[in-house]
């Protein structure tokens, strides 16, 4: 377990820790001169041989408020110091306030000092501190009375630290291996060494690491965890490791960089996430807002995106887009505080939602609606409504980086999940049955329509399709709807060519009817068409139905479309050139006139029109000043 103190300046949080492991984690010249913390200092007390504890003493002075929130990344419990003489102080409030807008909910109170007051005032600050901690995340925290001059209360408190990290120590965070870098420095004879706490995960020695966000690979040596040396670190303790690096990038790592496991390396600079707006601002949070962003040990400067109102007013929360103005590799429930441009007041907390996010539709309803359900639900339930509410599936490799899933972790957590999973190379895809199938209803309806207004032919090239969707979906998830519509005999396959036609052609029953209609409408004996909309209109059918339906005619040959709604029977068609080749071979000059078309045939003049220049599309006529002139045989209609 990883505990940080939190407190004023001068209340004996040193001295505390100091009387709890025996180490004094002051160790900067400047820290001995001055009698206070600048930067954080590190102790361990050992358990027994399989556990122990770390303590990071934060500064407590307002001038190293980042170094404080730094200390607290990768904790698991705060002790909060307050000395009886004093008081809560400034930073007293502000350190709470940095802990309530963390989350931080394991903690404690040392009241120190106690031998410089009465027990009246003791009982007192007590009481005083009772009603401060009561709207906070340590509104459950025992208050302990501390002597570091006389030892009172100690023993104690030791006794109630030691439980907690012994119960802790059980439940190891899951995931890739992160850990925070608060120190760096080089050992001779070792080399290059750093230090932090590890957030999530097991290390081993000889792991194979990522430094974020700079990309830079990493060979662990050794590990030295709590204090000792170990063959892994896990999550809940600090660590220092022994890095084998390129030469040449050593220079490079700094506090605030991420050491990773590979498989979760994802750096963004985009995040959703949700905030709390401190209560001691007296300013709505705006609207792109330029903040400074602490998170683990980094500090960025990023710009907020207010996605549901324009400003966020204090002691409220809300959904916000953060733009940052360098990549990092965070993870959801990654805890953060946000500190205004001058750097100087806490404004606000939060915790990551979508660690790589997209500018695109940031704020339509459905996507906060998205958002606003990861927030309070579990990981399983968010995937669900993740994958009803994308037509086209999501990206589960994407989503277990969010999630920190290791490989394995990710299987387990597939296993009962009522979704389909599409596998191809590298990529994992999860979408609903539900829109599993509609998505093969639009491609089938596309396909059938295309094929329809394609003039040419009866198929359609498979690039044609992929390229049609490339927009809203993956081309190897189009890959499959096509496969499967073709074991399900709905199109069918020659070569790259795909048709909804087959030699065998076969009606259902309601078509059945439908065709029977359709051919007693146009009446093989006369010169008729018909449109969708007047078989709709006149038989009462949907008019999404019937043009389903006369697409998938016009694939089997059975309907002749010659214009955008018009449909003839091929043995209509066939009538009509006859006439055509009538009326030229009558003519001396071989033409076809409009009007001599018309008198033949008794069909009107815009349907003699459509008739004709449908002819001269199929190169059965060809289109002169006079007239039009017999090109090919009337059977070429019909290729």
């Not at 954080?40 to 007390?45: C, E, R, S, T, V």
């Not at 009982?123 to 006389?150: D, G, N, Y």
């Not at 920190?404 to 994992?428: C, D, R, W, Y």
């Not at 209803?441 to 032919?457: D, L, P, V, Y």
Request: proline share 2%; with cysteine; charged share 25%.
């Amino acid at each position: 377990m990883i505990i940080a103190t939190a407190g004023h300046v001068d209340h004996g949080k040193t001295s505390l820790v100091k009387q709890l492991t025996g180490v004094d984690t002051d160790r900067l010249p400047e820290e001995k001169k001055r009698g206070m913390s600048i930067d954080l200092g590190f102790a361990y007390k050992k358990i027994n041989n399989q556990n122990s504890i770390g303590y990071v003493d934060v500064p407590g002075h307002e001038n190293f408020i980042q170094n404080m929130i730094s200390g607290l990344a990768g904790v698991n419990f705060v002790l909060l110091v307050i000395a009886a003489d004093d008081g809560p102080k400034t930073q007293t409030f502000e350190h709470l306030e940095i802990i309530n807008l963390l989350g931080i909910k394991n903690g404690a109170v040392a009241i120190t000092k106690i031998d410089k007051v009465d027990e009246k005032k003791i009982l007192e600050l007590e009481s005083e501190l009772k009603v401060i901690l009561k709207e906070t995340s340590l509104s459950k925290a025992p208050i302990f009375q501390i002597s570091s001059l006389k030892k009172n209360g100690i023993q104690e408190l030791q006794k109630f630290l030691e439980d907690k990290a012994l119960d802790q120590n059980k439940k190891d965070i899951p995931g890739g291996f992160r850990l925070a870098v608060d120190r760096k420095f080089f050992l001779n004879g070792i080399g290059l060494v750093v230090t932090g706490s590890v957030l999530s995960g097991k290390v081993n020695i000889d792991d194979k690491l990522l430094i974020s966000p700079k990309n830079l690979k990493a060979r662990v040596k050794t590990i030295h965890s709590n204090s000792r040396n170990s063959e892994t670190g896990i999550s809940g303790q600090r660590c220092a490791l022994n890095l084998q690096v390129q030469k040449n990038s050593k220079d490079l790592i700094q506090r605030g960089d991420l050491l990773l496991s590979e498989f979760i390396y994802n750096p963004s600079k985009c995040v959703d996430a949700i905030i709390s707006v401190s209560s001691f601002i007296h300013k709505p949070l705006k609207n792109w807002s330029r903040v400074h962003m602490h998170i683990g040990t980094a500090k960025i400067i990023c710009r907020i995106i207010v996605l549901e109102k324009k400003e966020i007013f204090p002691g409220q929360k809300g959904l916000v887009q953060l733009k940052l103005e360098k990549e990092t590799s965070l993870v959801f429930g990654d805890r953060f505080i946000l500190r205004d441009q001058s750097a100087k007041k806490t404004i606000a907390g939060g915790q990551i939602i979508d660690p790589n996010s997209s500018v695109k539709g940031r704020s339509k309803a459905g996507r906060i609606e998205v958002l606003n359900f990861q927030v309070n639900n579990s990981s399983k339930d968010a995937l669900l409504l993740l994958v009803s509410k994308s037509t086209w599936g999501i990206d589960l490799i994407k989503f277990s980086i969010s999630r920190n899933f290791s490989k394995t972790a990710l299987k387990s957590f597939l296993k009962n999940l009522q979704i389909k999973i599409i596998i191809h190379k590298e990529e994992l895809w999860g979408i609903s049955e539900q829109n599993w199938r509609l998505c093969k209803k639009n491609i089938f309806e596309f396909i059938g329509k295309s094929i329809a207004q394609n003039q040419n032919g009866l198929h359609l090239n498979k690039e044609n399709i992929l390229s049609a969707f490339s927009h809203r979906a993956k081309g190897f998830l189009v890959d499959k709807i096509l496969n499967e519509l073709i074991e399900e005999k709905q199109i069918f396959k020659n070569g790259e060519k795909i048709s909804i036609t087959s030699k065998r052609n076969t009606f259902n029953s309601d078509e059945k009817i439908l065709w029977i209609k359709i051919k007693e409408n146009l009446n093989e004996s006369n010169f008729n068409s018909l449109t969708i909309n007047e078989f709709a209109e006149k038989n009462n059918i949907n008019i999404k139905i019937v043009e389903n339906f006369f697409n998938k005619l016009v694939s089997q040959k059975k309907l002749c479309k010659i214009s955008e709604k018009r449909y003839f029977l091929p043995k209509t068609i066939l009538k009509c050139a006859n006439v055509v080749e009538k009326i030229a071979s009558e003519n001396n000059k071989g033409l076809v006139d409009l009007g001599v078309f018309r008198n033949e045939t008794k069909i009107s003049r815009n349907i003699s029109i459509e008739l004709l220049e449908f002819f001269d599309k199929k190169l059965f006529t060809l289109r002169s000043d006079n007239g039009r002139i017999i090109k090919s045989d009337p059977s070429n209609i019909f290729k």
